[in-house]
């Protein structure tokens, strides 16, 4: 027991982060190239991400570290969080369009030196989160595709980099070098990601039957 509430699930071996790291990439790939078709899961599914990691990220504040209390409010705020977004549907749309379009400013303009950078940021944020709304189509499939792609380039990168070393987890989707190569991936298949989710909705008739639900 006490080996289990030393374990800081934030300081993971070399094969911990990789396995992490490989299903968060898994993850962006399911939100990149199927984001739309499966539109209310991935609203729940981000729902649990957020409300989960904030929730156990205050426990583990709390309790200084200790992991079944974290685990359990992790898990107690994930699926709130999961509940609240998928019953609100509208609720969540906003969320993920101010979640994509905070994304997106922060990595465009985040290293200029001026005070309101942060306001700004948060500012675009808002303005995603009201497109989603009025144009809820294509706006959540490039928003899922964005989110989704980054997820995975950044992975991609911490793999490509060779970096073992890193126990820190929250190291790992840190992006500083080649920071334009990253940039420049993450663009490239963020489009793929929304051209294929354009391409199967037609295909399938997936839009209309989401429209009409």
């Known amino acids: ?3 289990i509430q030393d374990f800081d699930l934030t300081n993971l071996d070399a094969n911990q982060v990789t396995i992490v790291v490989g299903a968060v990439m898994a993850i962006g790939g399911w939100y990149c190239f199927l984001g739309y078709q499966t539109l209310k899961f991935i609203i729940g599914l981000t729902g649990f991400l957020i409300a989960g990691t904030v929730a156990a990220l205050l426990i583990h504040w709390a309790t200084n570290g200790h ?45 200029r030196p001026e005070s309101w950078i ?57 992006v500083e070098e080649e920071r334009g190569i990253v940039l420049a991936s993450w663009a490239v298949l ?13 295909r399938s008739g997936g839009d209309s039957k989401e429209d009409k639900g």
């Open 1 to 3: 027991m006490e080996t």
């Open 67 to 111: 992991t079944i209390s974290v685990g359990v409010a992790g898990l107690i705020g994930g699926i709130s969080g999961a509940c609240a977004l998928f019953f609100l549907y509208k609720v969540g749309i906003f969320s993920l369009g101010l979640l994509g379009g905070t994304l997106v400013a922060h990595n465009i303009i985040s290293e």
């Open 118 to 174: 942060p306001l700004a940021i948060l500012g675009l944020g808002v303005v995603g989160g009201l497109f989603a709304l009025l144009v809820e189509k294509p706006v959540m499939k490039l928003t899922t595709a964005t989110l989704g792609a980054w997820l995975i380039v950044s992975g991609g990168a911490y793999f490509l980099s060779g970096s073992p070393e890193i126990t820190d987890l929250s190291q790992a989707f840190r």
């Open 190 to 202: 963020s489009l793929a990601g929304f051209l294929a989710q354009w391409a199967t909705g037609k």
